[in-house]
């Protein structure tokens, strides 16, 4: 009887430890790593192969039989031109393509025309973007008419079909009490050709802007506030006079700098960048990217299924990625709670709060005085690197591990089996309190 091969198996193991490891709180981003790497999954598929046949070759006995048959390699190659055509929409390559402004583009051509409207503004205290589809940038200017230029974008079999639906499509800037609402009308035969409009649009710097739709979205020197709903595109505001509000964006990016009111985005996304910004921000969601904050005057509170966090100030800098929160220049009280994330903290002020349930924390300041600090890791190394000259009473403990101490005296050192103490007065100064279940504790000098 000829052995069973192993590749199935193998895959099947992988597969599992991945939405395993995910499950347990590592936050590996898998439709994206699926997107990315799928090649190197027929890759390792022919090389574990290649190894049973070569093995068994060489032991002289038949090679392994192929559980996958004809229907296993129809799967496997429906599954590869999938994820080809997913990859190849993801890049913006190719005649069969998916565009999130248009929908499917099978074998389609793309039309252009051109789109030029523009309305008064007179009493007009808001523009709504109701679901226009499409990249739209929105610039704020001293007075004038609401102007709107640019194309619109038709996929479509052939020109006639285009011309046809670019008129019965068109582009509306209507009147509704205080608000200017632009739509875009649906194409007629929506099941066969798909449009978007890219635009231009130019509006009094007082009004409120309003937008829900798909596609790119900029808004820039606006006087007044921004809501943007359901958004699936990335998001870049700039220069606003008013509050920000951002939820339900699905883009890549969300973008906002130089605000004077306050910022909350809510919902799902890739990567946030927040600078120069007067008021509060608030961001409550799941975001797979990288978050970056700088130059904040007020309080960032950021919260996820897995993560709070607090921070009073931002004079510096604040970076956030699923595997790493490094905190540079921050005025306090900082709090942070989450499941695994390593954490480097510097130069925080009033007091530090870090509890984590895995990963290692390393805290340093340059100068006196320091926070109060109150740091746990479950499993993860903690290092302190503390100013020669500065005050401090620690309390230091690793339930399992070793302690690291250049202050020597007056700070003690003690062990009983596993588990590891570091205690004492430097001077005069606040309380750090730092403990870890499983982990060395380090205390270096500046």
């Known amino acids: 009887m000829r052995p069973r091969s192993i590749t199935g198996p193998l895959i099947l193991v992988a597969i599992g430890v991945v939405f395993l490891l995910n499950n347990l709180g590592h936050d590996i981003p898998l439709w994206r790593f699926i997107a990315d790497y799928w090649p190197f999954l027929l890759i390792g598929l022919g090389l574990i192969q290649l190894a049973e046949v ?42 069969m393509t998916i565009n999130p402004n248009n929908g499917f583009s099978f074998f389609r051509s793309e039309f252009d025309y051109p789109v030029d409207a523009q309305n008064s503004p007179d009493g007009v205290t808001r523009l ?90 900029d808004v ?40 004077k009111g306050t910022v909350d985005l809510q919902g799902r996304g890739g990567d946030v960048q927040i600078e120069h910004v007067d008021g509060e921000v608030t961001i409550n969601g799941e975001f797979s990217g990288t978050l970056e904050f700088t130059a904040l005057a007020k309080s960032l509170h950021f919260e996820s299924s897995r993560s709070d966090f607090h921070v009073e100030q931002i004079p510096g800098s604040v970076t956030m990625d699923l595997g790493d929160l490094k905190i540079d220049n921050v005025v306090g009280p900082v709090k942070f709670r989450t499941g695994t994330r390593d954490v480097d903290a510097h130069d925080v002020t009033n007091s530090l709060e ?28 903690i290092t302190l690197t503390l100013p020669e000259k500065s005050g401090f009473d620690l309390d230091g403990k690793t339930a399992n591990g070793e302690v690291d101490n250049e202050f020597g005296s007056p700070l003690e050192n003690h062990s009983d089996g596993k588990t590891a103490w570091v205690h004492g007065r430097v001077g005069s100064g606040p ?11 380090s205390v270096k000098k500046e």
């Not at 070759?57 to 090679?63: D, K, L």
């Not at 809501?227 to 951002?246: L, Y």
């Not at 349930?357 to 499993?379: F, Q, T, Y």
């Open 54 to 95: 070569l093995f068994h070759v060489s032991q002289g006995s038949p090679p392994p039989t192929r559980s996958s048959g004809g229907g296993g390699w129809f799967w496997i190659v429906a599954l590869c031109v999938f994820l080809a055509v997913w990859s190849a929409h993801r890049d913006g390559f190719g005649a």
């Open 128 to 217: 709504v973007l109701d679901g226009v589809n499409g990249d739209v940038t929105v610039h704020g200017a001293d007075g004038g008419e609401v102007k709107v230029t640019g194309h619109k974008n038709i996929h479509a079999f052939n020109r006639n079909e285009a011309d046809r639906e670019d008129k019965g499509s068109l582009v509306h800037l209507e009147r509704q009490g205080d608000s200017l609402v632009l739509r875009v009308d649906s194409p007629a035969h929506a099941g066969m050709v798909s449009l978007s409009a890219d635009l231009d649009i130019t509006v009094p710097k007082g009004l409120n802007i309003e937008a829900r739709g798909r596609g790119n979205l």
């Open 220 to 259: 820039q020197d606006m006087a007044g506030s921004v809501s943007v709903t359901d958004r699936q595109g990335d998001v870049r505001i700039s220069n606003i006079g008013k509050d920000v509000r951002v939820e339900g964006a699905r883009g890549g990016l969300v973008r906002a700098e130089n605000v």
């Open 354 to 381: 870090l509890d984590l349930n895995r990963g290692d924390i390393e805290v340093s300041a340059s100068k006196a005085p320091l926070p109060k600090m109150d740091l746990h890791s479950k499993n993860g190394d």
């Open 431 to 441: 309380v750090l309190t730092v403990v870890t279940d499983r982990g060395t504790l």
